[in-house]
């Protein structure tokens, strides 16, 4: 079984996004650019995977700028096989997703694992639309995946605690933070990551329309707090909380 | 201009506060439907039908609804959007699996976590773990969109609304339901609480962790914790507070050894007051804090539990 990893190159988790002082944007000028570390643990579990025999090939997929290269080429580090880049400006989750599913259906992966969110829309959707534009189950928030026969049983992390479900293959399934600690990649599989194949395409390939269905009106920064005070002992922090906060 | 809402639903059950914080945020627009889902539904169809803004609630009982599985609910979504011209739900694991699903489905896009519905094509959301705030307006013909309901005002009683019965479509099968698991707590729910009390790393062991229940418990609050603090075990995950976890804006939060990480303030800095006691003067928790007390956690929080 093929599985194919789509990773997005994002912001560096690190790193406090700041907004353009005429509203038009985040600014990513000379900002410190990684692979969204949900992608990475998506990464790690396909390995995982194909190191456990359940997989064959492990094939990675990013829609992006040419510097997303970069980010394909960290996913082979860590070993993936094969990567493609498409090569294009920002597309939204829809627009990804239709194009994800042209891969899939040239590449036909019996599994897709994407990170649950990209830490800079913060959109939390490409995984859940892939599936519905392929037909496919979906399993969202995965701390736990296992393949067995034509199924795959995932554990999820959801609001009152965890949810096990299973799935038919093919299905896609999302990563949350919980579903491994991704390895870093040793100096001798960079240097082989190298001489992997990556292939660029552009949108055209695949005849889908990715015009935006959402315009940008404006980036702002949100509301600052007003500064506040340090106390200097329980008995003050009571007092202020009950007089002058008034939450006790 | 109608819009169908998918209510919070907990098996079988309305959730309530989610569901009423929703409506507050759809007053502005006109007709609301709303979509009460799962095993057993009626005491929660009546109650649905029971708040202000609800014009009509459609009632789908069945058993495989009642898990939350993605493809059966979304499916029912799909065969109802017909006329309604915006689908949202409060931005809970369910509605976040099911809307985008949903929004392809019907070849939409999907716009998550509104913070506010600033007119009906107009909406506004944070990106960037809270560190921007972007509006956005939608050219799609359906506007489908979670909303995050920490911030938005409840609605109170209204109606009663008709309740309808719905068809609900034969099942797929390509998912099936295998386990919950489930943790049961008198606590307040974390994004309903009053008082919000978290812990962090710094709490050490799960065995610490007690500390930060025992205030919650005299404060009456709920109990939220750090990544850090899910991740090694000190508190179970639906806790965590966070860019990736729950949003909350209680009227009083306390992070205690919680190092005010960016992805930790995107889940909480709206609250009403904070307060951050950390034995780190430099801890980033410290800019956000109305209030901060510097100290060992391990001899502050029995004092607190002893003044408050
Ligand atoms: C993709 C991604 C998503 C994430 N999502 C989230 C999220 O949703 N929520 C979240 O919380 N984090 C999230 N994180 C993790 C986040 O970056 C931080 O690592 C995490 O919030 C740190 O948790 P902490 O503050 O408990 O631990 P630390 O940063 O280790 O801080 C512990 C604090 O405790 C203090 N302390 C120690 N001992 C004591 C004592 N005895 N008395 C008083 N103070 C003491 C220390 O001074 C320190 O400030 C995410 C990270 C990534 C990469
Ligand atoms: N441009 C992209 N290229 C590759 N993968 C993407 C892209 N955008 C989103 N994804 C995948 O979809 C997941 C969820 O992203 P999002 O829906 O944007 O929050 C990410 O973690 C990636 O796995």
Redesign the interface.
């Given at each position: 079984m093929k599985v194919l990893v789509p990773v997005k190159r994002v912001i560096d988790y690190n790193v406090k996004a700041r907004v353009k002082a005429d509203g038009s944007g985040v600014d990513l000028a000379n900002v410190k650019m990684s692979m969204n570390p949900f992608d990475e643990i998506a990464v790690e579990e396909a390995i995982r995977l194909k190191e456990r025999g359940v997989a064959t090939e492990v094939l990675v997929v990013s829609i992006g700028a040419k510097q997303a290269q970069e980010t394909l080429r960290t996913a082979l580090a860590m070993g993936a096989d094969r990567a493609i880049l498409i090569e294009t400006d920002d597309v939204e989750p829809l627009a990804v997703a239709k194009l994800l599913a042209k891969v899939v259906a040239e590449e036909e992966p019996g599994l897709v694992l994407t990170g649950k969110q990209a830490i800079d829309n913060d959109m939390n959707a490409t995984g859940q639309m892939l599936a519905a534009l392929l037909g496919w189950p979906q399993a969202t928030f995965a701390s736990a995946v296992t393949v067995e026969g034509d199924g795959v049983t995932v554990t999820r992390e959801v609001d009152g605690g965890l949810q096990t479900i299973r799935l038919r293959l093919p299905a896609v399934v999302t990563a949350d933070l919980r579903l491994n600690e991704p390895r870093y990649a040793s100096l001798p599989n960079i240097m082989k990551a190298k001489s992997k194949p990556l292939a660029t395409r552009v949108p055209a390939d695949f005849g889908v329309d990715i015009t935006p269905r959402l315009t940008v009106v404006d980036t702002r920064e949100p509301a600052a707090r007003k500064a506040g005070i340090k106390v200097g002992s329980v008995e003050e922090l009571v007092a202020k909380l009950r007089d002058e906060a008034g939450v006790l | 201009m109608t819009v169908l809402l998918m209510a919070d639903m907990?098996d079988g059950a309305l959730g309530v506060d989610a569901t009423a914080k929703a409506l507050g945020a759809l007053a502005g627009l006109s007709e609301v439907h709303v979509l009460v889902v799962g095993e057993g539904i009626g005491d929660a169809a009546v109650e649905a039908a029971g708040l202000a803004g609800v014009t009509k609630v459609l009632a789908a009982d069945s058993a495989a609804l009642g898990?939350?599985?993605?493809?059966p609910l979304?499916d029912l979504i799909v065969s109802l959007a017909g006329d309604y011209t915006h689908i949202a739900a409060p931005a809970?694991?369910?509605a976040?699996?099911?809307l985008?699903?949903?929004?392809?489905?019907l070849?939409?896009?999907?716009?998550?976590?509104v913070i506010e519905v600033a007119g009906e094509d107009?909406f506004v959301r944070?990106?960037?773990?809270?560190?921007?705030?972007?509006?956005?307006?939608?050219?799609?013909r359906i506007k489908v969109f979670t909303i995050r309901t920490a911030t938005f005002r409840a609605v109170g009683a209204g109606g009663p609304a008709p309740v309808e019965t719905v068809a609900v479509p034969s099942g797929?099968?390509?998912?099936?339901?295998?386990?919950?698991?489930?943790?049961v707590s008198d606590r307040p729910e974390l994004t309903a609480a009053r008082?919000v009390v978290s812990g962090g790393r710094g709490l050490g062991s799960q065995a610490n962790f007690a500390l930060i229940e025992g205030l919650a418990d005299k404060?009456g609050a709920a109990v939220g914790a750090s990544?850090a603090a899910?991740?090694a075990g000190f508190a179970?995950?639906?806790c965590q507070v966070g860019?990736?976890g729950?949003v909350v804006a209680p009227?009083?939060y306390l992070a205690v050894g919680i190092s005010g990480a960016?992805?930790h303030l995107a889940g909480m800095?709206d609250s009403?007051?904070?307060?951050a006691v950390n034995k780190d003067?430099d801890a980033p928790i410290?800019q956000?804090?109305?209030?901060?007390?510097?100290g060992d956690l391990f001899q502050?929080v029995p004092?607190?539990v002893a003044?408050?």
């Open positions: - | 907990r898990k939350g599985l993605a493809e979304a809970t694991a369910v976040k699996s099911v985008p699903r949903v929004a392809a489905l070849d939409v896009m999907i716009i998550p976590d107009r944070p990106i960037y773990a809270g560190n921007a705030i972007q509006t956005v307006t939608s050219a799609d797929s099968g390509l998912s099936e339901w295998v386990a919950d698991e489930v943790a008082v404060l990544r899910v991740d179970p995950n639906d860019q990736t729950k009227e009083l960016i992805q800095k009403k007051v904070i307060v003067e410290f956000v804090a109305d209030y901060g007390l510097v502050v004092e607190l003044k408050v």
